[in-house]
């Protein structure tokens, strides 16, 4: 099938996937010929992109016609709707139409429907910082790729460090492939720290000095992740999923659940081993405290989105925080 539909927010790992599409396509002895990137908010672009499809290739390989940032499953007239059932089906096999959008799909557009049946569609989708089991394997696949040996420790380590940015995390793994001369032997944790941007401040790291009550760390950990041009909103979601993960974990303890696979799965861990870990993590907190803490994170985000100072309003909440995690008392 020559029509593809890529659409997500991991933008390095959808440019890698059409990398390795038009390199499939195309004849690189003719790719100025047979290659057309049309950016999709220019007038018209949908049929011009249709009409260059339609055009046999020039000379060898196929043509590969990419329409960057298209919008049309989002919004399509009548009339380009008409022209899309028209053509798609017509399409060359020695013609490969690409449409790439970072929003997804609105799958109640008839302009989508008909991509459903005509194209192969992936995603393209971050994985939410929380999940560190998916940010954990996410890291083995692509040193696996690149044939890099890490071990468990390092493998961790780089998960916690990069989170779900994979354009950082293919940055890093190339620096330690130029430190591998011998692909039999596993890089350890104190290689990738040396060799790599890893270190302690991330935000994960900033949840467990809120939970533990730490305000000066916290407030630390605030200052730096933002000079380390750490977004802020990606902050706030990290710290409510693992503040939401801890609660969930917390209030079926507290319930009497001793099933570690039915509290997994209501925390949406994939491993339920960590379970363990996570257990620790919570031992010297309440349930009502990790309930207080839900909706001071649900009005920082809000106050973020409105428009906040990102340093004073982050620091401003996650001292209340700290202070429900402490139970109120002193510093």
Not at 162 to 171: C, E, F, H, I
Not at 244 to 252: A, E, F, N, P, S
Not at 293 to 318: F, S, Y
Request: proline content about 5%.
């Amino acid at each position: 099938m020559p029509i593809y539909l890529f659409w997500g927010e991991d933008d390095f790992a959808m440019e890698r996937a059409i990398a390795q599409l038009q390199g499939e396509v195309v004849d690189p002895n003719w790719s100025a010929f047979n290659s057309e990137t049309i950016p999709g908010d220019q007038a018209d672009a949908v049929i011009e992109g249709l009409n260059q499809a339609m055009t046999p290739p020039f000379g060898m390989g196929g043509r590969f016609v990419w329409l960057a940032n298209t919008t049309v499953c989002q919004q399509c007239s009548e009339s380009l709707l008409k022209e899309l059932q028209r053509t798609l089906p017509q399409i060359p096999p020695q013609s490969t139409l690409l449409l790439t959008s970072p929003k997804k799909p609105d799958g109640r557009a008839k302009s989508t429907k008909l991509l459903q049946k005509h194209a192969q569609i992936r995603e393209f989708a971050l994985i939410p910082p929380w999940k560190t089991d998916e940010l954990i394997a996410n890291v083995r696949r692509a040193a696996q790729g690149l044939t890099l040996n890490l071990t468990p420790a390092a493998v961790e380590l780089l998960a916690t460090s990069v989170g779900n940015q994979t354009r950082q995390l293919y940055s890093e793994l190339a620096k330690l492939q130029l430190f591998c001369n011998d692909p039999s032997q596993a890089i350890d944790a104190d290689v990738v720290a040396q060799l790599t941007i890893a270190n302690t401040q991330n935000s994960l790291q900033l949840a467990a000095a809120i939970r533990d009550g730490k305000t000066s760390e916290a407030v630390g950990l605030v200052a730096e992740l933002l000079r380390l041009n750490e977004p802020a909103l990606r902050i706030v979601a990290t710290l409510i999923g693992q503040f939401r993960t801890w609660t969930l974990i917390k209030v079926m303890v507290d319930s009497g659940e001793r099933d570690d696979s039915a509290i997994a799965k209501v925390a949406e861990l994939g491993n339920p081993k960590r379970l363990y870990f996570l257990r620790k993590e919570i031992a010297g907190i309440t349930t009502g405290q990790l309930l207080q803490a839900l909706p001071i994170l649900l009005e920082l985000e809000l106050g973020l989105k409105r428009g906040a100072d990102p340093l004073e309003w982050l620091q401003m909440k996650v001292v209340e925080l700290c202070g429900i995690c402490r139970g109120g008392s002193g510093k």
